[in-house]
């Protein structure tokens, strides 16, 4: 595995993190918390270190989970990446979405990021988690309702008492990063990311390239349509989001098979699976330093972590991009 510093801080790591996402269950069409507990150990077994996760994320259910899959690991050998301002427990702040729990039960997901909230939701994060300290305290999406330097007030206070290492921000555009930096130091920006979804590569990566900040990808799996296992009229479980999601039409799926059929060639050359060409090609864009990628069991985070026994030429990275232009 290879460690990346998050640019101009001490914090480091592991260049694959493990999206903890889908091991919440929450918006995926539910998973087994015993496989999703044996990914996130089966991950750190092949040097994947860092664990990336949130409240929300089966309303407290992917904390819980990641904490006990670190339970036994010295603390400083696994650094744990959480987020706050998605409340589901309160109506403050701006509605984002109607929702429902693993449970069935209908919710509002709220995007709140008051300062009372905050040390709230870090305290309340601590515990599930069974830790004293997070690694990265991130904000999950931009509060409308609550200034930036309200929010980044209260990560600063946070950091000040030792609950919280470093600071970033997932979501944020390049104006609301620059405010925010004007209250705290940022050291990261998560935001979404694939071969198929490039767009941060205008503006979010040219200017956290100018101002040192590392870009942590999210999705880029593109939530599973880049392993080439989907195909039109795939059923999704119930709850699951993809099955309105833009990506997962009949058309898009074709569309994304017949480019990975184009590449596939260079991924069997090199004892590869799609999945671990993709996430390789991602880890070598320029301004890319982390990729978060989700497993739901044991098999599929031991292969996503060997994707950085794969190496890839500039001439193959030339030769990926040029077929991506037919998408």
Known sequence: MEYRSLNDSILKLSAITFGAWAAGGWMWGKTDRNDAIEAIRASYDEGVTSIDTAPVYGQGSSEQIVGEAIKGIPRDKVQILTKFGMRWDLTKGNLAFKSKN????????????????I???????????GTDYIDL???????????????????????????????????????????????????????????????????????????????????????GLLTGKMTPGYKFAEGDHRASNKFFTDESILKTNAFLQKIKPLADSKNATLAQLVIRWTLQRPGITIALVGSRNKEQAVQNAKAMNVLLTPDEINFINEQLKTL
């Open 102 to 117: 693993n449970d069935g039960k209908d919710i509002d997901i709220y995007k709140y990021a008051g300062k009372e909230s």
């Open 119 to 129: 040390i709230e939701e870090c305290n309340n994060s601590l515990q599930r988690l």
């Open 137 to 223: 305290y991130q904000i999950h999406w931009p509060d409308i309702t609550t200034p930036i330097d309200e929010t980044m007030d209260a990560v600063a206070e946070l950091i000040q008492q030792g609950k919280v290492l470093h600071a970033g921000v997932c979501n944020y555009n390049t104006a609301q990063m620059q405010e925010a930096e004007q209250t705290i130091h940022l050291v990261s920006n998560q935001v979404p990311f694939s071969m198929v979804n490039r767009g941060i590569e205008e503006k979010t990566i040219p200017y956290s390239v100018a101002h040192n900040k590392s870009i942590l990808a999210y999705s880029p799996m593109e939530r």
